[in-house]
């Protein structure tokens, strides 16, 4: 009966209220979905790509294969891994979850995430969100990527600990700033909490964000995390800024 009552209460409230896309608000068949349209606006990032950073290739060059980038200029964390390139559909979500409130965006976000990270997430110890100033906190009233962790917590069952890592100055929005620029401003812009050390030691970290440009934030709080003992560092986004390669 009580399975019941759930089902029809829930068929009650689709008909007064149809669950829409999460993109462009269309009516869909289920709550937390996206239209079909908006789906083919998603460019997932699917094997083959670079074992690194995650980008993309245009063709299948072998297991393991790096990027000229990642082979030049290799990242602090260990893997990168993301739902999708960071335009169209992907670049609508990350905007409206981050600018326009829309908190409820985080759980599908999450779950996709979820799914796209399973390798790094598979043996992971903790989830640890990319902070927010707490200025830049105060003013959003929220940390996406806080909200994204929690999300990828609840469906991978990784522990997330958003009070591990701050960042302890201000800095300038990374947009229109060159790659040596964005390296300079987020120097020295995090750590690790001296009472929270014990929860990154030795453990297997993944960093959430909900983007990753550049990289330079995620290198700056994984070499944080690295020299305050994490065993490991992998990072998991939603969407990544890359050509396929």
Known sequence: MPGLV???????????????????????????????????????????????????????????????????????????????????????????????????????????????????LDGADVLVPVPLHVRRLLGRRFNQAGELAKAVARQSQVPVRCDVLVRRKPTRSQVGLSLTERARNVTGAFAVLENRRADVQGRRVVLVDDVMTTGSTLNAASRVLKRSGAASVDVLVFALVAERV
């Not at 063709?59 to 893997?79: N, Q, Y």
């Not at 739902?83 to 996709?112: I, Q």
Request: a positive charge.
């Open 6 to 120: 759930r089902r029809t209460g829930r068929m009650a409230l689709d008909f007064l209220l149809p669950p829409l896309c999460l993109a462009c608000t269309k009516p869909v068949s289920s709550p937390g979905a996206i239209c079909p349209r908006c789906w083919t606006g998603m460019d997932f990032i699917t094997r083959p790509y670079c074992e690194r950073l995650g980008t993309p290739f245009e063709t299948d060059l072998g297991a393991g294969i790096l990027s000229l980038k990642a082979i030049a200029e290799p990242p602090v964390f260990g893997r990168a891994r993301a739902v999708a390139r960071y335009d169209g559909t992907s670049r609508f979500l990350v905007h409206r979850l981050k600018y326009s409130d829309r908190l409820d965006l985080a759980d599908a976000m999450g779950g996709l995430m979820a799914r796209s990270g399973a390798e790094v």
